[in-house]
C-alpha cells in the first residue's frame, strides 16, 4: 500500500512538471495552427496560442480576416482551428466560460440566453471555422510534423434549418462527406462538411 501511495505521490508532482515543457514554442504552435487555414491566407492570419506556463495569449497580429487557434495542450489528441473574425466574440466567450468551469451543455445554454438577451452577437452571414485534428501519435511535438490529419469544415447560418437550407439534420448514411445542418433552429446552426 506504501508502494501505491508512494507512486501516486511521485506521479502527482513530477506529472505537471514535465507537462509544463509540453508547450511548443510560439513559432512551432504558429506553424501548426496555421494548418487549418486555407494556404493562401496563411501567411496574413492572426494566432492565438500559448505561453509557457499555458496562458492562452496572442501569438501573431495579422492582417487577413482569419483567426487561427493553436493546439491546446491541456487537452488530449492534436486539435488546431481557423475561424473568421466576426465568429471571434461567440469563440471568446465559450473560452471563458469553460474556464469557469461550465460543461459544454452549460456553454450552449448560456451562450443562448446572451444572444437573445442582444449582449452576445453572432454573425449576420454564414461564417467558417475550420479544423484540423489528429490522433496523438500522430503528432510529432518536437518536428511539428502531422501525420494522418483529418480538417473539416464548419458553416455558421445561425438559425437555419433543413428546410431553409435543404439538408438533412444528421450526417447521411449515403454519401461520405455530404454536408449536413447541425443545431438546426438554434443560435449557432451550422453546416457541418466533414470530407
Request: glycine share 6%.
Amino acid at each position: 500500500m506504501k508502494t501505491i501511495l508512494f507512486f501516486i505521490t511521485v506521479i502527482n508532482v513530477v506529472y505537471p512538471c514535465f507537462s509544463q515543457n509540453n508547450i511548443l514554442s510560439a513559432d512551432m504552435q504558429i506553424k501548426t495552427a496555421l494548418l487549418a487555414a486555407p494556404e493562401e491566407k496563411r501567411d496574413s492570419c492572426t494566432v492565438y496560442g500559448y505561453s509557457p506556463d499555458k496562458k492562452f495569449m496572442l501569438l501573431r497580429q495579422g492582417t487577413n480576416e482569419l483567426i487561427c487557434l493553436a493546439d491546446d495542450p491541456g487537452k488530449p489528441g492534436f486539435s488546431v482551428a481557423c475561424y473568421v473574425k466576426d465568429l471571434e466574440p461567440f469563440m471568446k466567450r465559450g473560452r471563458e466560460l469553460r474556464m469557469q468551469g461550465m460543461n459544454d451543455q452549460q456553454v450552449f445554454d448560456e451562450r443562448e440566453k446572451e444572444v437573445k438577451e442582444g449582449s452576445l452577437q453572432m454573425p449576420t452571414h454564414p461564417a467558417t471555422l475550420y479544423v484540423y485534428s489528429a490522433e496523438d501519435k500522430d503528432f510529432n511535438s518536437k518536428t511539428a510534423e502531422v501525420k494522418n490529419g483529418y480538417l473539416r469544415y464548419v458553416i455558421y447560418v445561425p438559425y437555419a434549418t433543413s428546410a431553409s437550407t435543404g439538408l438533412p439534420e444528421k450526417p447521411s448514411g449515403s454519401g461520405k462527406g455530404m454536408p449536413w445542418l447541425m443545431n438546426a433552429g438554434t443560435y449557432r446552426a451550422h453546416i457541418m462538411i466533414n470530407p
